[in-house]
């Protein structure tokens, strides 16, 4: 049973292009978070969700929209692609907001050509 | 917001010897401090954490330390082995998120 899970878990796709990766938790977590991962492996946040509702919101290009349709899911859509988009980005899930550490999904390698 | 720094960016051991990995943190309030390990190709995991009302904590052969005066804290592996090798991260908890530091990649030299 996978705790986190995303997919897909690579994605090549040409610029100006849309896409969108999934989330999905089965532990019962109540805060999702979308992380994304960049070619030194800094981990910057983008967005954080808790029971649905979003909490945080870093700067980040109004071309990414999260939606969380229920606490166990949190999908992330990307407009018009573009060359500097392309990282890994990582879904994660706690048990309640700054105080558990995450659960990690297994990453979306996104290459845009 | 809390300012995370993590050093060194790269360290070489020996098989069998100890590593050890620092990081500093700016906000006193934060109180809640993480270590990932993240191997090549997957995802960081969680593999040790402490709170701010503990002074240390110990796991095997991996162990964290916490200074809230100085705030820093530390990652310390002893008799590493070559299944060690990997990026670690610390991270600093405060309010509603986590600021990481900008990793260490460790390598083991069998």
């Known amino acids: 049973d996978t705790a986190v899970s995303q997919t897909p878990k690579y994605l090549v796709t040409q610029m100006g292009n849309d896409k969108s990766i999934k989330c999905e938790q089965n532990l019962g977590h109540d805060t999702m978070y979308w992380y994304k991962q960049d070619s030194k492996k800094f981990l910057k946040i983008m967005f954080s969700y808790n029971n649905k509702e979003l909490i945080i919101n870093e700067t980040v290009p109004n071309r990414f929209s999260p939606k969380s349709p229920d606490k166990a899911h949190l999908n992330l859509h990307i407009n018009s692609l573009e060359l500097g988009d392309s990282a890994v980005y990582f879904c994660a899930s706690s048990q309640a907001v700054g105080r558990y550490g995450y659960t990690f999904g297994s990453g979306t390698r996104l290459t845009v050509v | 917001g809390e300012n995370v720094e993590q050093h060194p960016s790269t360290l070489s051991v020996q098989e069998g010897d100890s590593a050890v990995i620092k990081c500093t943190y700016s906000?006193?309030?934060?109180?809640?401090f993480p270590w990932y390990k993240q191997e090549l190709g997957k995802r960081p995991q969680l593999i040790i954490d402490?709170?701010?009302?503990?002074g240390e904590k110990k796991d095997q052969r991996i162990a964290v330390t916490l200074n809230k005066t100085a705030k820093h804290f530390s990652l310390h592996i002893t008799e590493t082995q070559p299944e060690d090798s990997a990026v670690y991260f610390c991270a600093a908890s405060i309010g509603n998120q986590f600021y990481f530091g900008t990793g260490t990649s460790l390598t083991v030299i069998p």
């Open positions: 906000d006193s309030a934060s109180n809640y």
């Open positions: 402490i709170r701010s009302n503990v």
